[in-house]
């Protein structure tokens, strides 16, 4: 995995992690900007992996598994979905238990959010866009959606009023937009 820090027209190229044997993917950043959590096959299946955003040894978190992670917005917990099947999970971002949240996600689809998780569900005809709320423990459909998602990712606007996520077409995958969904 490589870092990169832009300048004005330039920017300066180096190298995070450095197992040349295994898949290093999927980065995203810790809230407070000092560490980057990514996949890693580095010990046989993919698992969520963390390594200081200066460099550094990296840490394994998962031992179950896991694919696609972002921290909470505490920045206490990160919210990860596994590798080999639709569930969430979360745990400690100083490791620890791992526990379930969710029984599925589509597409490896979800949002962290102050209050909650928004995250994508396949039905048998199209999908949905649901919340996950955490002082309730309760989940709510927000858009049922006639279309299937294609993809990995789902994006929520700061003022959490315009959704982004892949959707396929007839003609491959395309960037969606819901907009004013509240």
Known sequence: MAHFRNGIGRGQLRRLTHDS?????????????????????RNGGFQIWKTPAEG???TQLTRNSGFVAFESRDGQSIY?????????????VTGGKERPVLDSVCCRAFAVVEDGIYYLTC???GSSINFHRFATNKNEEIIRLKEESSG???????????????????????????????
């Open 21 to 41: 044997g295994a898949d290093e993917v999927i980065p995203s950043w810790s809230r407070d900007g000092k560490w980057i959590y990514y996949t890693c096959n």
């Open 56 to 58: 550094g040894n990296g």
């Open 80 to 92: 990860y979905t596994g590798a080999t099947n639709p569930a969430l999970w979360t745990l400690p």
């Open 123 to 125: 039905l048998d005809r």
């Open 152 to 182: 990995i990712g789902l994006a929520v606007s700061a003022d959490r009023k315009t959704f982004l996520f892949p959707m396929r077409s007839r003609n491959g995958s395309n960037v969606m937009v819901v907009d004013n969904f509240r």
